[in-house]
């Protein structure tokens, strides 16, 4: 399936690298515009929309060089088309949303639009890199499902919020359920990124082979694995975020106040994970 590896293995690296920059850029956005509750301006919506530009530019660098990397380039062209098209078709029409009059429909259009592209380039992702990953990473299958099932649900659930259920739920139980959607995305973007790192390990395994001209025995049940310690390290993370952002949500919207958790042994947990992964890839290499 791999025909270039060092190529395909720089476009892995890239498209990690487009994983974790866009939780990050997720975990600011969340802490500063739902947790502070800043009213976003028109300077600070330039801002992120420029730096999530920036990081749809790198995913689609990343994926157009592991397109030329592998012999069935179908689905990665597919992607590069999926990512293009909606930072085409997005942005335009938003700004036809605000010069439009009120009411005019484009906001809705341009939400829906923009939902199914999403969903389109996350179902496309999750079968190219579980391909990628290999038959080696059997636990890939499963990530990919359930990030795919994941997509699907947060698209339904916004979908009936902005449709359907808008005029029947209160303003806290939309807060509510504005929330259990950020949480399943914070879980998403764990899984995809759990993805995307498998893959490049993937690559990058194979081309350590191609170099030596030597099939290396596989790993012995219970050897230590970095793969498994970062991929861990994401799910800690993304568990402790979550966590907390629930309880601090929920604390927030009862009236009387209340007290919220930090999930900071779930964090902290997490931080070891990824040390231990680093200093474990840098003794196999």
């Known amino acids: ?64 060089l592991i397109g030329t990397g592998i012999d069935r380039r179908g689905l990665a062209w597919t992607l590069v088309g ?23 429909g484009w906001g809705s259009l341009a939400s829906v639009l923009s939902a199914l592209l999403d969903l389109g380039e996350l179902v496309v992702f999750l079968v190219l890199f579980a391909r990628l990953c290999g038959p080696t990473r059997r636990w890939a299958f499963g990530v990919a499902l359930g990030a795919g099932v994941l997509g699907v649900l947060r698209t339904g659930l916004g979908f009936a919020s902005r449709f359907v259920l808008r005029d029947v739920l209160g303003s806290s139980d939309l807060t509510l359920l504005l929330w259990g959607r950020t949480g399943l995305l914070f879980i ?29 025995p596989p790993e012995p049940r219970g050897a230590p694995n970095a793969g498994a310690d970062l991929a861990l390290g994401v799910l800690l993370l993304t ?9 601090h949500a929920t604390a927030s919207s009862s009236s009387r106040g209340g007290r919220y958790v930090v999930a900071t042994g779930l964090i902290a947990g997490s931080f070891i994970r990824f040390v231990r992964g680093m200093i474990r890839r840098r003794k196999a290499s």
């Open 82 to 104: 999926l990512i293009s098209t909606s930072e085409l078709v997005s942005p335009s029409l938003m700004q036809l949303q605000r010069l439009s009059p009120h009411g005019s």
């Open 1 to 64: 399936m791999v025909t270039n590896r060092p190529v395909a293995l720089r476009g892995a690296n890239l498209v990690a690298g487009y994983a974790v920059g866009s939780a990050l850029l997720q975990v600011v956005f969340t802490v500063v515009f739902r947790l502070l509750d800043v009213r976003p301006s028109n300077s600070i919506d330039a801002l992120v929309e420029a730096l999530w530009l920036g990081l749809c530019i790198v995913f689609a660098v990343g994926v157009y």
């Open 239 to 247: 568990a402790g975020v979550i966590i907390s952002l629930a309880s």
């Open 188 to 216: 998403q973007m764990g899984l995809t990124l759990a993805l995307a790192l498998g893959a490049r390990a993937a690559l990058a395994d194979t081309a350590v082979v191609t170099r030596t001209d030597e099939v290396t």
